[in-house]
């Protein structure tokens, strides 16, 4: 039997994150009595793809983050994945808009991994080529050197880069009148409902403006107003961060571009460039709370509620519909309204005032991704999906 997982690296993600998902579901495998076998794009590449290629039959299935392979042609102009004839999973950790290029083109083995269930249902509808999609989110990230809460030096830490959207509405203007009109008119849609998704804020002006778009030329106009996704994650990122730092409790920004943000320089405030994923998760560990803000997920959890539940670290995350279907509010995680900063402000305050709150909720969240939120679990999943594509080849 075929027990050799190749997980590729075609491109590098934000803070090199992709490596090391690739390192966690290598030692989930290894664990699982398979072989993985990393295989990194970054040099060599026609060389190391030609030989995959001559050896192919070695593998079980193949993963890729956000993959490049789907666009990448051998020298004869042949797209690779017409000759690889291995199941190709692409997991993509983002929405589907922005990889419009990897998707527009079907192949005989092509499926995507999808971290929110919106996501996987916009593949179904706008690419019904690909050959099918899966929900997987990605999964919790215990770090190297665990703390207990005692141990934990940070009080309250985020997580993220800032792009200002001053420069982003700068960008907008570039575009073409219609075309700005249009991105306008989606920031609002959004503002005004948190809960909006990009396409069904798409369709909404489509409809006011009279207009209709065939499936394939929706997904590329989606593509294009990626810039509404992009403004609204960092203006709903900064308004969280103001929120917190107006609770007046020792607060650790970790990330690129905050210094351009007025209100962040208060005494208990410190703030740093960017790190490494994997130092990053061990921040996490060090820290009694997290705030998240999630990047445009209305059907998924983002990874780091998940890894901070597993590193004993209390969350605070927006409320959402899904949300509320997987976590409860006060016993695993603390919701918040990004449409009510005060209240993100009088919670975060509160349980300052009571650690031992927060460590009541961090030990139940640890419990519970514990149980089923790790990589073993979404590798198990993930090794389920492969077996019963192969059966059904």
């Given amino acids: ?46 060389e ?42 692409n997991y993509l950790v983002d929405h589907p808009l922005y990889h419009h290029a990897g998707l527009k083109k079907g192949f005989p083995l092509y499926f995507v991994l999808c971290i929110d269930t919106l996501h996987r249902a916009y593949i179904e509808r706008y690419y019904p080529h690909i050959k099918k999609a899966y929900d997987l989110p990605l999964g919790a990230m215990r770090a190297k050197l665990e703390r207990n809460f005692s141990q934990k030096r940070m009080e309250l830490l985020f997580l993220g880069t800032y792009e200002p959207e001053e420069k982003l509405y700068q960008e907008l203007w570039d575009y073409p009148k219609e075309a700005r009109r249009e991105l306008t008119a989606l920031i609002e849609m959004m503002k005004a409902e948190s809960e909006l998704t990009q396409e069904k804020a798409l369709k909404r002006y489509l409809t006011e403006q009279g207009q209709t778009l065939e499936r394939e030329e929706f997904a590329k106009r989606l593509n294009q107003d990626y810039l509404a996704d992009k403004y609204l994650r960092n203006v709903r990122r900064k308004e969280a961060v103001l929120a917190a730092a107006k609770a007046n409790v020792p607060f650790t920004i970790i990330g690129h571009g905050w210094d351009a943000v007025r209100g962040l320089d208060k005494q208990q405030i410190q703030w740093r460039q960017g790190v490494g994923f994997a130092a990053s998760i061990q921040m996490m560990a060090n820290a009694r709370m997290l705030l998240n803000s999630t990047p445009g997920f ?54 300052h005032q009571h650690p031992s709150h927060i460590k009541e909720i961090a030990e139940k969240a640890f419990a519970k991704a514990a149980f089923q939120e790790t990589w073993d679990a979404r590798v198990k999943t993930l090794l389920d999906i492969a077996l019963n594509t192969i059966k059904e080849a």
């Fill in 298 to 351: 209305h059907g998924g959890l983002h990874d780091r509620v998940y890894s901070a539940m597993i590193n004993h670290t209390l969350c605070f995350t927006e409320r959402s519909r899904f949300a509320q279907t997987k976590l409860t509010d006060g016993e695993e995680v603390i919701f918040y309204d990004d449409k009510n900063p005060d209240a993100l402000t009088e919670k975060i305050v509160f349980l």
């Fill in 48 to 89: 190391k793809l030609e030989r995959i290629l001559d050896c192919q039959k070695k593998y079980l299935l193949a993963v890729d983050f956000n993959s490049l392979l789907p666009r990448l042609e051998l020298e004869d102009g042949t797209p690779y994945l017409e000759l690889f004839s291995v199941p190709f999973f």
């Fill in 1 to 46: 039997m075929q027990n050799t997982v190749l997980l590729f690296e075609s491109r590098d993600l934000c803070y090199e994150s992709n490596r090391y998902f690739v390192e966690c579901i290598a030692e989930a495998l290894e664990q699982r009595g398979y072989i993985a076998e990393i295989c990194d794009l970054s040099v060599q590449m026609e």
